[in-house]
């Protein structure tokens, strides 16, 4: 196994530079820049997390916002990547912006830097970088990107302080639950086993939770110690059970997000001066994987000579928003406002989708946990009542 390492040094002619390298140990990735004439060699391990996690939109925020803003002041970009990776001292950000610019100085594009890096970056922001670039429109497309990533950020930050507190009940719930079937049922042992097994369904299952709990409490802590260090071990957190769960999640996330990337993606080639056409080919590739195949068809159909606002009724996966906003804009010969249209009426969609549930999660998630509550003391009591109404 290799890892990576970012390097600092100086060459014979003394002049300062610094790269990634690959090595098997931190020995080896020294004798090689030796090797290369280096000297007073300062070598960082990148952390192994670092290329076994995508970013969250806070963390692609922070790569964007500085080369945005350094792009907007007029300096060329390996310039500017240059200047960033001098200034950053996070050794995440140094990384990618290392790099970016070796990438670029390659001859490489910046879409096909970043694709190298598609274990951080998602998908779409790779392919809206790619889109940015052929359009020569690489500012106002990191800008536009910014606005977006922003949103979510937003979204995200919000939908964690909503949750924070059920959050801390939830973890409550579960040590109290744990406290009642580990020491609170073994108590009424004696009582329950009056009853000869005639005990209510939910008392059957915490008493039986109880046994369980002490004849293999020692397997079960440590099974659970194994799927904790499991989930932060980087290079196997992937097969991780809660790990794929997620991913899954992620994806169907994704799929339900590419309508709007789709009107996002043509609205901004559109006002670059692309092609019809060919704009309807780059904006599919914006779409996952699974949906990619309805922008290609889309463009097919175009091809054919069928208009955009037929295309869409002929394609049943597109929303019936895209035939009733592009049909008229089509007639106006305004597509590219007809697509913009589209991406703010999703766009407000999905802001009020997500302010409905946003109030609906913490009231939920109350009434979940109080049940659980609730179905704790009716077990752990019911038999004891029923008891003293018999002696009754």
């Known amino acids: 196994m290799r890892l990576i390492f970012l390097w600092e040094a100086k060459t014979l002619n003394n002049v300062q530079d610094i790269g990634i390298l690959k090595a098997r140990s931190r020995k080896k990735a020294h004798l090689s820049l030796v090797e290369q004439g280096y000297f007073q060699i300062n070598l960082k391990q990148v952390p192994d997390k670092l290329s076994h996690s995508i970013f969250n939109a806070d963390d692609i925020l922070s790569v964007l916002n500085p080369l945005r803003l350094l792009l907007d002041s007029g300096i060329p970009i390996i310039e500017t990547l240059d200047l960033l990776v001098n200034e950053n001292k996070k050794i995440s950000h140094q990384y990618i912006f290392i790099h970016l610019r070796n990438s670029l100085h390659q001859g490489k594009s910046l ?28 500012r106002q497309g990191l800008m536009s990107l910014e606005k977006f990533y922003q949103k979510q950020n937003e979204q995200r930050v919000a939908l964690q302080k909503l949750t924070r507190y059920p ?23 004696n009582i329950y086993s009056l009853f000869k097994g005639d005990l209510p369904i939910f008392t059957k299952v915490m008493v039986y939770l109880s046994n369980f709990f002490h004849q293999y409490g020692a397997e079960v802590l440590a099974f659970m110690i194994f799927l904790f260090l499991w989930s932060k071990t980087p290079k196997l957190q992937n097969y991780h059970p809660v790990t794929k769960i997620f991913k899954i999640f992620k994806q169907i996330l994704q799929t339900s997000q590419d309508p709007f990337l789709y009107a996002y993606a043509m609205k901004m080639l559109l006002d670059s001066g692309q092609s019809v056409n060919l704009a309807c080919r780059q904006a599919a590739c914006c779409m996952s994987e699974k949906n990619r195949k309805h922008g290609l068809s889309l463009s097919k159909l175009l091809n054919e000579g069928f208009s955009f606002s037929e295309a869409f009724q002929m394609i049943s996966w597109f929303p019936a928003i895209f035939h009733n906003f592009i049909s008229s804009a089509e007639k106006a010969g305004h597509l590219a406002i007809g697509f913009e249209q589209i991406f703010i009426f999703i766009e407000k969609q999905r802001e009020e989708s997500f302010s409905k ?35 009754g």
Not at 169 to 178: E, K, R
Not at 373 to 390: A, K, T
Request: proline share 5%; with cysteine; net charge negative.
């Open 111 to 138: 879409e096909h830097a970043f694709s190298e890096l598609d274990n951080l970056f998602p998908e779409f922001f790779i392919s809206m970088v790619g889109l940015c670039e052929k359009t020569g429109r690489l």
């Open 167 to 189: 959050k801390i009940v939830s973890v409550t719930t579960v040590f109290l639950a744990l406290g009642v079937v580990i020491f609170i049922i073994p108590m009424f042992q």
């Open 357 to 391: 549930w946003s109030k609906l999660i913490e009231p939920i998630l109350m009434l979940i946990l109080g049940m659980v509550v609730l179905v704790i003391l009716l077990s752990v009591y019911l038999p004891v009542f029923d008891l003293g109404n018999r002696i």
